[in-house]
């Protein structure tokens, strides 16, 4: 294998055990909070980060990704004495945006709460006034962090985003808690992190950007416009992912109450962990797609789109199993009233793994500079959400809005793939993930359903089925690896002396970066 090769490896497994231990600190904040404040106050505390994460992102103008593609192709090009030029563009307009709107909220923070919680508008002011200096440290910090992945480190991302900040708000959380601060003190101890962690950001990318070139030129307008005529539809599109993400929680809260709200917003956390396996692949490959794209390389584009695929497809499909066959168990790690939300939590898992076999297509489409077409997608994903859910809540409750989420995973999906298959000339191939699905769904969805019948619904039963199903699972995947197409995921030293068989001749999957 080579050094490039490796160097993909590398990347790739720390940031996949960043996102993995950056989601367990995250489900275990909303297993103390779900234990500490109960489905009410889980889903008053939730209501106050939905509005939090779609109100930063939304002050991001879509930066971030610009700065990914950005960045990326100049890299390629060898225009590295641009690079903090375009920085220093996307953080002005970013910074001076996000502390006009703060002032605005922490100022009308009285109004707005009788808009956004006019069941306790007491309790929505507070909020606003406690978290609104938070939201320009919010966006600043996923724009510098775009910027460290645009010109080539994913590291910054892993440290900062996976590992920093969810471990400091499950300590802070916990210790406010602790001290008996309520919902809304709560939720500020959640944001506080914010500050410091941008801060570190800012100190990483200038000394990146000091190792890169000039720093002192501007950049000429066209290549500004350029910028945000793709910024600004993808900020858009955040802001609607942000909304698609929450939408479904807020309307429980509004139509059913704070009590199925709360157990809704566990089921929506359980689920978005799954995203991890997503979130690593494009957080390491993103960069690298953007460059082959760049120079006009769409075979090697492609190339990497569909082994990233069939990678995802092996890792989230036993998550997402595991999910859907223990989901009675899993949600009481949260308390007794949480396992109201199994039959939603199934659904929208299995909703999950047919999304993941359509792969990178978001990238696929970020990269080739199609955020308005990602736009375009995210209405219809998110009208679907949000007529669905508001329709289907009343009679059904919780099924009816893991209803109104599945059908939007359905409609996004669909309309990405179609989009990259014809007008990107980049395409699928559904034989290359059928050994992968069929073996997960064999050995987590026969298998799990077998223990789950032997050994019932219980913590001690997922823990200890899921160690075995693991075990099972990696022999398998080790045994077909050929067949897999993991040869090339894996180090020749580790085929030939850890697993003790003749290692193949490896294809160089990343002369997309040279």
């Not at 002050?59 to 390629?76: E, F, W």
């Not at 101890?189 to 990146?208: E, S």
């Not at 990678?311 to 949600?331: M, R």
Request: charged letters at 10%; glycine letters at 10%; one cysteine or more.
């Amino acid at each position: 294998m080579t050094g490039r090769s490796e160097n993909l490896l590398r990347a790739s497994l720390v940031t996949f055990a960043g996102i993995v231990i950056g989601a367990i600190a995250t489900l275990l904040l909303a297993q103390v909070i779900g234990h500490r404040l109960g489905a009410a106050g889980t889903g008053l505390f939730f209501q106050a980060i939905a509005l939090f994460a779609i109100v930063s992102n939304a002050l991001q103008l879509g930066a971030d990704t610009a700065l990914v593609r950005t960045l990326s192709r100049k890299v390629a090009l060898g225009q590295r004495s641009d690079l903090a030029r375009v920085v220093r563009g996307a953080v002005g307009p970013v910074v001076a945006v996000a502390l006009v709107v703060s002032v605005v909220v922490f100022v009308a923070a009285a109004p707005l709460a009788a808009v956004v919680a006019p069941n306790d508008p007491a309790y929505g002011t507070a909020v606003l006034r406690i978290m609104a200096p938070f939201l320009a440290p919010g966006a600043l910090l996923a724009v510098l962090l775009g910027g460290t992945r645009g010109i080539g480190s994913t590291l910054p991302y892993t440290a900062l985003q996976n590992l920093a900040l969810p471990v400091s708000r499950l300590l802070l959380v916990g210790l406010g808690m602790t001290v008996g601060l309520g919902a809304e003190w709560v939720a500020g101890a959640w944001a506080a992190p914010l500050v410091i962690v941008a801060a570190i950001a800012a100190v990483l990318l200038a000394r990146q950007l000091r190792r890169a070139g000039d720093p002192f030129g501007s950049p000429s307008p066209a290549s500004t416009r350029e910028f945000w005529r793709f910024a600004i539809p993808r900020g858009a599109s955040t802001v609607l992912e942000r909304a698609i993400d929450w939408a479904g929680v807020l309307i429980v809260l509004a139509v059913a109450g704070p009590v199925l709200g709360g157990i809704y917003a566990v089921v929506n956390r359980c689920v978005n962990a799954g995203t991890m396996i997503d979130q690593a692949a494009r957080i390491v490959t993103g960069p690298r797609i953007s460059r082959a794209l760049a120079v006009g390389d769409r075979k090697q584009a492609s190339a990497l789109f569909l082994d990233v695929t069939r990678g995802i497809v092996a890792v989230a499909w036993p998550f997402y199993l595991t999910l859907a066959v223990f989901a009675p168990a899993v949600l009481s790690l949260f308390g007794p009233e949480f396992v109201a939300g199994a039959l939603p939590l199934a659904l929208v898992s299995i909703a999950m793994m047919l999304s993941t076999t359509a792969g990178m297509v978001q990238s696929i489409l970020l990269m080739g500079g199609r955020s308005s077409w990602q736009l375009g997608n995210r209405i219809a994903q998110l009208v679907t959400l949000v007529v669905v859910t508001v329709v289907l809540v009343p009679p059904l409750g919780l099924l009816g809005a893991a209803l109104g989420w599945t059908a939007a995973i359905l409609v996004d999906t669909t309309l990405a793939t179609v989009q990259v298959a014809v007008k990107l000339g980049i395409h699928s191939s559904p034989r290359l993930v059928v050994l992968p699905a069929g073996l997960a769904l064999a050995i987590f969805g026969g298998g799990g359903l077998l223990c789950a019948a032997v050994l019932g619904q219980t913590v001690p039963a997922l823990l200890l089925s899921g160690a075995v199903l693991a075990l099972v699972y990696v022999a398998a995947c080790v045994l077909l690896r050929r067949q897999l197409g993991f040869d090339a995921l894996l180090p020749r030293r580790m085929t030939t002396r850890v697993i003790g068989l003749p290692a193949a001749p490896l294809p160089d999957l990343t002369r997309i970066e040279r």
